[in-house]
């Protein structure tokens, strides 16, 4: 009799704010690229990771509990990768490749920061020389 007044469950969680923003390569918007938000200074063991991956203008919203959500209020560092699926030597398997080349996929390592704040947030672009 009750089933139509079931809620969705709550996330486990701190709360998700609506986080959105752009990767831009070469001047170009690039689309594929996934991006992580690694909570600082917890970048080695994150309890939560909210990414997301940009569509064919390079614009990309956040998740964390559901596609869209956003983030939870906070610092994070940003990591980047943007796969490109091509043929093994042998001809027979599929090989992914950062096209970045991992120069921006290890949290300790990026130079890209930003803060989430409890309200919508659009992120400055990101910018790939």
């Not at 709360?15 to 923003?21: D, I, K, L, S, V």
């Not at 690694?38 to 997301?52: G, H, I, M, Q, R």
């Not at 209020?73 to 796969?83: I, K, M, N, R, S």
């Not at 096209?99 to 920061?113: D, E, F, I």
């Amino acid at each position: 009799m009750l089933a139509g007044c079931q809620r969705a469950a709550a996330p486990i969680g701190p709360e998700a704010f609506p986080t959105r923003g752009q990767v831009v390569v070469k001047g170009k918007p690039a689309s594929g690229v996934r991006i992580v938000l690694n909570p600082f200074p917890d970048v080695a063991s994150p309890k939560f990771l909210p990414s997301a991956i940009t569509d064919e203008n390079g614009g990309f919203k956040v998740s964390t509990y559901s596609a869209g959500d956003g983030a939870p209020a906070g610092e994070y560092v940003l990591t980047l990768e943007w796969p490109v699926a091509k043929k093994a030597d042998d001809d027979e398997s599929i090989v992914v490749k950062d096209r970045l080349q991992g120069r921006y996929a290890v949290a300790a390592k990026s130079n890209w920061r930003v803060r989430i704040h409890e309200q919508d947030n659009i992120l400055e672009p990101i910018k790939i020389p």
